[in-house]
T-cell receptor, first 115, second 115 residues
């Protein structure tokens, strides 16, 4: 078990382009989360999956953002028509149901720079 | 709605001195509390958590935190810091009830340990 894996680690894109990030959670973790972290801020919740179902979405997740988790395994986060304000670190986390509490394990993040 | 306030954005401290990083939270429901550490260009690592029971919780790397319900605080302490503790520290809360698993983070405190 190598932990939560995110790819790519860094992405530079031109404004208006589409980008897609991938997150591979810890094996058998049924919950997967996406967070966004901008400079000088703490991570902000974007969306959450339980297995393949997307159960919660933040208002931060505009129509240009879409996330999927086919078959309840890896997840992708796509940003369409990127804007400079999308520049941030995108963090993925996963957790496993256990009684009433789950501890989230974070990946190393994908740093997006929109130029 | 929940919020987390980390009162100090930066804390410089000499090596082997004690340190306290302050965290206050606001919530209308009972919460779980967490401290995470983030090293440069890395994801977040859980230091410690408070779920219930003893208000003094011990974590990794010699850190501990005390939950104070009346003051809605969860301050992080270490009696003697090391150079390797230089990092950014995030306090976070989560609703302790079922059905809401997102973490709400503070803006972070950058701890700089001076040799």
């Amino acid at each position: 078990d190598t932990g939560v894996s995110q790819n790519p680690r860094h992405k530079i894109t031109k404004r208006g382009q589409n980008v897609t990030f991938r997150c591979d959670p810890i094996s058998e973790h049924n919950r997967l989360y996406w967070y966004r972290q901008t400079l000088g801020q703490g991570p902000e919740f974007l969306t959450y999956f339980q297995n393949e179902a997307q159960l919660e979405k933040s208002r931060l997740l505009s129509d240009r953002f879409s996330a999927e988790r086919p078959k309840g395994s890896f997840s992708t986060l796509e940003i369409q028509r990127t804007e400079q304000g999308d520049s941030a670190m995108y963090l993925c986390a996963s957790s496993l149901d256990w009684q009433d509490f789950t501890e989230a394990f974070f990946g190393q993040g994908t740093r997006l720079t929109v130029v | 709605a929940q919020s987390v306030t980390q009162l100090d954005s930066q804390v410089p401290v000499f090596e082997e001195a004690p340190v306290e990083l302050r965290c206050n939270y606001s919530s209308s429901v009972s919460v779980y509390l967490f401290w995470y550490v983030q090293y440069p260009n890395q994801g977040l690592q859980l230091l410690l958590k408070y779920l219930s029971g003893s208000t003094l919780v011990k974590g990794i790397n010699g850190f501990e935190a005390e939950f104070n319900k009346s003051q809605t605080s969860f301050h992080l302490r270490k009696p003697s810091v090391h150079i390797s503790d230089t990092a950014e520290y995030f306090c976070a809360v989560r609703n302790s009830g079922a059905g809401s698993y997102q973490l709400t983070f503070g803006k972070g405190t950058k701890l700089s340990v001076i040799p």
